[in-house]
């Protein structure tokens, strides 16, 4: 999967030089809200063109589009997920005009002190990191975000639940909720984490790392 990203990474920067694809413009958003679930790729390239990225992972394929509007110069990001070449998903969201800082790793320190008497983050920055997090494309990019989120941070077992159903896979979840498993300020209402869970043995494994059971 890294070297996946890589590569990803190397068409970002050729993409400066016009190998992967140019910025195009948008006259209105009507353009891509005429994109439906179902449609194949054939009609997407059709109503938007072609796409600046594209990515694969097993049966699942993405493209990325970079649009200008035409009257507001606002640049935005449209990303269509394909399932055996059919739309299933689609996304758009105003790209940042600052360049985004690379993530760096960093060392995540375990709380020395019971949580109870913490807060959670503040709903304003949850969202934010939330919201950072999920227009992620694949599992090991959220993961890294989250790791770097969560630094002197105190979640809700809510919050928590909401970032663990980000991940596609049990095995995922279950990483993302050793991340913060001691970083919840409720910890006994771990139940609603262990239901994002799909698994009835990863159910019973993230009750233990939560406390809940004894092990």
Not at 105 to 112: F, R
Not at 199 to 210: C, G, I, T, V
Request: aromatic share 8%.
């Amino acid at each position: 999967m890294r070297r996946f990203r890589q590569t990803f990474l190397v068409c970002g920067l050729s993409a400066l030089m016009s190998s992967c694809g140019s910025t195009l413009t948008l006259q209105s958003n009507k353009d891509f809200m005429q994109v439906k679930r179902g449609m194949t790729q054939t009609e997407v390239r059709e109503i938007l063109g072609k796409p600046s990225y594209q990515r694969f992972n097993e049966d699942m394929e993405q493209w990325e589009y970079q649009k200008t509007h035409a009257i507001s110069g606002q640049e935005t990001t449209i990303i269509v997920d394909f399932i055996d070449g059919h739309v299933s998903s689609m996304d758009s969201f105003d790209t940042p005009t600052q360049p985004v800082p690379p993530v760096e790793t960093i060392v995540i320190e375990k709380p020395q002190h019971p949580n109870r008497h913490l807060r959670p983050m503040n709903e304003k920055d949850f969202g934010n990191l939330y919201e950072t997090i999920k227009r992620k494309s694949f599992d090991d990019e959220r993961m890294e975000l989250l790791s770097v989120g969560i630094v002197k941070s105190y979640f809700s077992c809510d919050q928590c639940a909401d970032l663990v159903s980000l991940f596609t896979w049990d095995d995922n979840k279950m990483k993302a909720i050793d991340l913060m498993a001691n970083r919840l300020v409720d910890p006994g209402n771990g139940e609603v984490i262990v239901k994002q869970l799909s698994s009835m043995f990863k159910q019973d494994d993230a009750r233990k790392r939560l406390g809940l059971i004894k092990r």
